[in-house]
């Protein structure tokens, strides 16, 4: 069984378009962590969710909304996309939020926005 | 502020050479935690190896080896006898809080 499983693994769409990405863990884990990573293959976390609460919202516009219905899943849903949005969105998890908890990730969410 | 520099863009080594992949960090914090992940040409990124700033002995596993010195606020990654797997980008990593904080990686070609 997949750890952090994400789908879709490629999405290609138009620009101004909506769409998720959907990601859910079956570690256990109470924190969750959408990481957006840049063709340059930088990683830079959007946002972190513990126990369905938000405690992370990096500077990320607000055409990107997280959710989580419960601690198992966060989704991700970006509105009217741009040909910026072009990365790998990686969700992962963690045991719990604070220092030292190991970070898993999914297998990534390819997005191409043409 | 926090800050890890992973300055070595791109190495290329034959097979069966050993190669060092440095990591410095910055970090006005006591407490704090480094990592390592590896993220092959399939894309995902696979946790590699945790280490707390009050622990600064050396780990080895299996053909990989870690050094951690906190006068130097670095975390090296050594990896023995390189196989053509070991082909892939290899990220540093600080934690302290919530936060990660990711270098910028460090791609490795190993070549038969």
């Known amino acids: 069984d997949t750890a952090v499983s994400q789908t879709p693994k490629y999405l290609v769409t138009q620009m101004g378009n909506d769409k998720s990405i959907k990601c859910e863990q079956n570690l256990g884990h109470d924190t969750m962590y959408w990481y957006k990573q840049d063709s340059k293959k930088f990683l830079k976390i959007m946002f972190s969710?513990?126990?369905?609460?938000?405690?992370i919202n990096e500077t990320v516009p607000n055409r990107f909304s997280p959710k989580s219905p419960d601690k198992a899943h966060l989704n991700l849903h970006i509105n009217s996309l741009e040909l910026g949005d072009s990365a790998v969105y990686f969700c992962?998890?963690?045991?719990?939020?604070?220092?030292?908890?190991?970070?898993?990730f999914g297998e990534g969410s390819w997005l191409t926005v043409v | 502020a926090q800050k890890v520099t992973q300055a070595q863009t791109e190495i290329s080594v034959v097979e069966k050479e050993d190669v060092t992949l440095d990591c410095v960090y910055e970090?006005?914090?006591?407490?704090?935690?480094l990592f390592w992940y590896k993220q092959p040409p399939s894309g995902e990124l696979v946790f590699l190896i945790r280490r707390n700033s009050f622990d600064e002995q050396n780990e080895i596993s299996g053909r990989y080896s870690w050094n951690f010195q906190k006068s130097t606020s670095s975390f090296n990654f050594t990896i023995t006898a390189s196989q053509v797997v070991d082909s892939a980008v290899y990220f540093c990593?600080?934690?302290?809080?919530?936060?990660?904080?990711f270098g910028s990686g460090t791609k490795l070609n190993v070549k038969p």
């Open positions: 990593a600080l934690s302290n809080f919530n936060k990660f904080y």
């Open positions: 969710y513990n126990n369905k609460e938000l405690i």
């Open positions: 970090t006005r914090d006591t407490t704090y935690y």
């Open positions: 992962a998890s963690s045991r719990e939020a604070g220092v030292g908890n190991t970070i898993y």
